[in-house]
């Protein structure tokens, strides 16, 4: 914060630009000042390569999930494809588990999820695509739809990944 690095960080800047995890291989590091940046970073212990999760809240709240490593990029590649929905799942566990120790802080009630958003945020959870949720539950993708935002809205979710964390969390739904 004293130097001014959340304005240079390719990181947080690529990050607070996008609500899908990023490979730190995806953003701009051709500019002096961030390579600088960045051989500073790595002389502190931070990896070559990154993978960073960006958790918004129902409330404008921004965090960044980051896991990162030394190593080639076959591994790394190889490393975040194996893991990709673990880290996003870990990412808003963690960051529900930070909130606690938010000051006055209210604890989240969790509102009731209807029997076919239970069904859907299951079946997503699990690995299914919106196209096989839609053909298992015998609906169209565009009810599918319906139920998911509405799933979205009861757990205070910016996104699918985010509301299926959060149900997870609450044990409304289970795996």
């Not at 240079?8 to 002096?32: E, M, N, T, Y």
């Not at 509102?111 to 949720?133: C, H, K, N, W």
């Amino acid at each position: 914060m004293e130097q001014n690095y959340q304005r240079l960080d390719p990181v947080v800047i690529g990050c607070f630009q996008r609500f899908h995890p990023v490979d730190w291989k995806q953003l701009d590091w051709s500019a002096k000042a961030v390579r600088a940046f960045q051989r500073e970073a790595i002389e502190y212990g931070i990896g070559n390569q990154g993978y960073s999760v960006p958790v918004r809240g129902p409330n404008g709240q921004f965090a960044l999930f980051t896991v990162n490593h030394s190593c080639d990029d076959a591994t790394w590649a190889a490393f975040t494809e194996t893991h990709r929905r673990d880290l996003i799942l870990i990412a808003h566990y963690f960051n529900e588990k930070a909130l606690e120790f938010e000051p006055n802080r209210t604890p989240d009630f969790a509102q009731a999820l209807s029997p076919r958003e239970v069904d859907a945020m299951t079946l997503i959870a699990i690995g299914y695509s919106r196209a096989q949720v839609a053909s298992t539950l015998q609906i169209s993708e565009h009810t599918l739809r319906v139920y998911i935002e509405s799933a979205r809205f009861k757990l205070g979710a910016t996104n699918t990944p985010h509301a299926v964390a959060r149900a997870l969390t609450r044990g409304l739904i289970v795996v």
